[in-house]
């Protein structure tokens, strides 16, 4: 499609923010796929204030429509993707995640072709192939709660609502923005889902996959966990927090109940008596999805008691 029968801002935006990571193959896929499809594009990069910055990622301001910059002081991960969205000149902005990969030679212009809805997200694959034990548990969470159709996420299009792979309408996100208040990992894109529902904005989901193609080891995930976790009570304990929260998040509703019922107590002793048992057990090669939701919902339940 020629750029030139589009008005200057009729266009795609592609918004990366970097941590740590190093994005060329990313950006020269997308490069070459828009390049290739004649949409008007640009692709933002953003680095976070890395401690360790890759040169591989500056030199990709070397490409046509391609621009990076590197933050003197780290804002977090809405705060970047504000940063990200001011930085874009394009009515369509597209985020998506460092550590994400293409898989698809259309995926740039199954966005374009849906640029008339307001929110398209796009979904998120894990590869077949299990990463190593120390890996794993990231994997294997993905895969069987991450790794969704369009068709299930259509069934509740706000709740499904994550960062990884998204398409917005600059309209639509210069009303709402990214709650820059939140800490931490996590929860960012929760609020930002109530607040597209709130507003009335229609949330469409297609199968227009990216792949998660680094997953953090356990460890790493254990805190990212924990700082979710945090920002997700933060989020119910607000006075303004939406009506259906609770209700949403299967693992929020359960906390809030047993409190409810007086024997959150007892869940925390149980975790703490068994934390060595269920840490080796979601180290292991063979860890337990369900073991991690009773894992998580301990940690949360504690996070509450200290509120």
Same mark, same amino acid.
């Given at each position: 499609?020629?750029?030139?029968?589009?008005?200057?801002?009729?266009?795609?935006?592609?918004?990366?923010?970097?941590?740590?990571?190093?994005?060329?193959?990313?950006?020269?896929?997308?490069?070459?796929?828009?390049?290739?499809?004649?949409?008007?594009?640009?692709?933002?990069?953003?680095?976070?204030?890395?401690?360790?910055?890759?040169?591989?990622?500056?030199? %990709?301001?070397?490409? $046509?429509? *391609?621009?990076?910059?590197?933050?003197?002081?780290?804002?977090? +991960?809405? @705060?970047?993707? #504000?940063?990200?969205?001011?930085?874009?000149?394009?009515?369509?902005?597209?985020?998506?995640?460092?550590?994400?990969?293409?898989?698809?030679?259309?995926?740039?212009?199954?966005?374009?072709?849906?640029?008339?809805?307001?929110?398209?997200?796009?979904?998120?694959?894990?590869?077949?192939?299990?990463?190593?034990?120390?890996?794993?548990?990231?994997?294997?969470?993905?895969?069987?709660?991450?790794?969704?159709?369009?068709?299930?996420?259509?069934?509740?299009?706000?709740?499904?609502?994550?960062?990884?792979?998204?398409?917005?309408?600059?309209?639509?996100?210069?009303?709402?923005?990214?709650?820059?208040?939140?800490?931490?990992?996590?929860?960012?894109?929760?609020?930002?889902?109530?607040?597209?529902?709130?507003?009335?904005?229609?949330?469409?989901?297609?199968?227009? %996959?990216?792949?998660? $193609?680094? *997953?953090?080891?356990?460890?790493?995930?254990?805190?990212?966990? +924990?700082? @979710?976790?945090? #920002?997700?009570?933060?989020?119910?304990?607000?006075?303004?927090?939406?009506?259906?929260?609770?209700?949403?998040?299967?693992?929020?509703?359960?906390?809030?109940?047993?409190?409810?019922?007086?024997?959150?107590?007892?869940?925390?002793?149980?975790?703490?008596?068994?934390?060595?048992?269920?840490?080796?057990?979601?180290?292991?090669?063979?860890?337990?999805?369900?073991?991690?939701?009773?894992?998580?919902?301990?940690?949360?339940?504690?996070?509450?008691?200290?509120?």
């Amino acid at each position: 499609m020629n750029s030139s029968t589009h008005s200057a801002t009729d266009g795609l935006s592609v918004c990366i923010p970097i941590y740590n990571y190093d994005v060329s193959r990313l950006v020269r896929a997308l490069h070459a796929q828009a390049t290739a499809c004649g949409i008007p594009f640009e692709i933002v990069l953003a680095d976070d204030c890395s401690p360790r910055p890759y040169a591989a990622n500056e030199a %990709l301001a070397e490409l $046509s429509g *391609v621009s990076y910059r590197r933050l003197e002081r780290n804002v977090g +991960r809405a @705060a970047i993707r #504000n940063r990200l969205a001011g930085l874009a000149r394009f009515d369509h902005l597209i985020f998506i995640d460092s550590d994400a990969a293409v898989v698809s030679d259309r995926y740039l212009l199954n966005y374009w072709e849906m640029r008339h809805h307001d929110v398209v997200p796009g979904g998120t694959a894990y590869s077949s192939t299990p990463p190593p034990p120390g890996q794993r548990l990231r994997w294997l969470y993905g895969r069987q709660r991450e790794q969704i159709t369009a068709d299930v996420r259509n069934r509740n299009p706000y709740q499904s609502f994550i960062t990884f792979n998204v398409m917005i309408s600059r309209r639509i996100f210069d009303s709402i923005r990214f709650d820059e208040t939140l800490n931490g990992y996590g929860h960012e894109d929760t609020l930002f889902g109530y607040e597209l529902k709130r507003q009335g904005f229609e949330v469409f989901h297609i199968d227009n %996959l990216l792949v998660h $193609s680094d *997953v953090c080891d356990t460890p790493t995930y254990f805190k990212c966990t +924990r700082e @979710a976790l945090a #920002n997700l009570w933060s989020i119910y304990r607000r006075p303004d927090r939406p009506d259906s929260l609770a209700d949403d998040i299967r693992l929020l509703k359960a906390c809030v109940r047993l409190r409810r019922w007086r024997v959150a107590w007892l869940l925390r002793a149980v975790v703490a008596l068994a934390g060595p048992l269920i840490r080796a057990n979601l180290m292991s090669g063979r860890p337990s999805v369900r073991l991690f939701d009773v894992y998580r919902l301990g940690l949360l339940a504690g996070i509450a008691a200290r509120d």
